[in-house]
């Protein structure tokens, strides 16, 4: 597996993570407990040492579960997972918006280790910014975490670039997390610079547009009422009947590569900086496989400027999440 270093951070991981939100139902019924783990076992298996998670996820469930399946190979794997939200520590019930005083922060590193069962966390995020704490707060509650060892290094997620400034400059940032794909390239404007020239990391998550890009998925595809898709504007059914033409186009090029759309559609980030680490989730081993093949396509220069001007003549229909959720980043 090819390794990647997460800016100047010194964290080098696996050239492609593994995103285990989905296992727990996001995209409809959570995964078999035994399937999850045989699946993050495979992934390890087969080269991937990054593993992104959250306390949100479950909440806590998913934690729980990583912490479980890489438990025979700790020391070999990268974890990563975040704070931030308002959840209820012993019910694990949701309350309403964020909360990253760094009391809290403190609190929930302490439970994460426990769940993942491990002596430190590698990388762990901010999930949200949160508007009544000041990031440097954030930043000095995390700082406080690294030097007392129980955090390596310090992410944020969904940040805008004075946040990300103001918060490198108290505790150097090793990564920033946000959407990223063909279907989204909202970073490239000013947060892919703004990392480049501070030296941090790009972690993409939804690489493959949740599920969009694969080519799987079309104007007639109808998602259980558990799939959170259902609340997506971009996955509407008129804006994804007028989103085909992105799909066909993936499909061009993977036809013309011998390769899957899901595999283009990864490979075409990956040449895009070398810091970058896109982290795709799947439920089934046939896929894993499929998006780790990505790192065998090659995309020559000629094919990236030829999918660049086909992008430059679409217009892509409907936003990236629900605005209630959209309010929640900092972007």
Not at 101 to 118: C, D, N, S, Y
Not at 229 to 253: K, Y
Not at 268 to 278: G, M, R, T
Not at 304 to 331: F, N, Q, W
Request: net charge neutral; proline share 6%; aromatic share 6%.
């Amino acid at each position: 597996m090819l390794k990647r270093k997460l800016g100047n951070s010194g964290l080098e991981v696996s050239a492609l993570g593994l995103g285990c939100m989905g296992l727990g139902g996001v995209y409809g019924p959570a995964t078999d407990k035994a399937a999850a783990i045989g699946l993050i076992r495979a992934a390890f298996d087969a080269g991937v040492n990054f593993f992104d998670t959250a306390e949100a996820y479950g909440p806590f469930a998913n934690e729980q579960l990583l912490g479980e399946a890489l438990a025979p190979v700790r020391k070999q794997a990268v974890i990563a997972t975040k704070f931030g939200f308002n959840i209820d520590p012993t019910t694990g019930a949701r309350g309403a918006g964020v909360n990253s005083r760094p009391a809290h922060i403190k609190a929930v590193a302490e439970a994460a280790l426990k769940r993942l069962g491990i002596e430190a966390i590698d990388l762990f995020y901010q999930h949200r910014v949160d508007p009544n704490v000041p990031i440097e707060d954030v930043a000095g509650a995390v700082k406080d975490l690294i030097q007392a060892g129980k955090v390596k290094h310090f992410g944020l997620s969904e940040a805008a670039v004075e946040t990300i400034r103001r918060a490198h400059a108290v505790q150097p940032l090793a990564a920033v997390q946000s959407e990223y794909s063909l279907w989204w390239r909202g970073p490239e404007a000013q947060l892919l610079p703004a990392l480049e020239a501070l030296g941090i990391g790009f972690v993409p998550f939804s690489p493959l547009g949740a599920g969009f890009l694969t080519g799987k998925i079309d104007g007639t595809t109808s998602f259980g009422s558990s799939d959170f898709r259902t609340l997506v504007p971009r996955f509407a059914p008129a804006a994804l009947q007028a989103n085909m033409a992105l799909v066909e186009m993936v499909r061009a090029v993977a036809k013309r590569k011998g390769a899957t759309p899901a595999q283009i559609a990864l490979a075409w980030l990956l040449p895009q900086k070398p810091w970058i680490v896109p982290i795709p989730g799947t439920t089934q081993l046939q896929r894993l496989h499929e998006n780790l093949g990505a790192l065998t396509v090659e995309l020559t220069a000629a094919d990236l400027s030829e999918i660049d001007a086909a992008l430059s003549r679409m217009t892509l229909e409907g936003a990236r999440l629900p605005e209630a959720v959209l309010k929640m980043t900092g972007l």
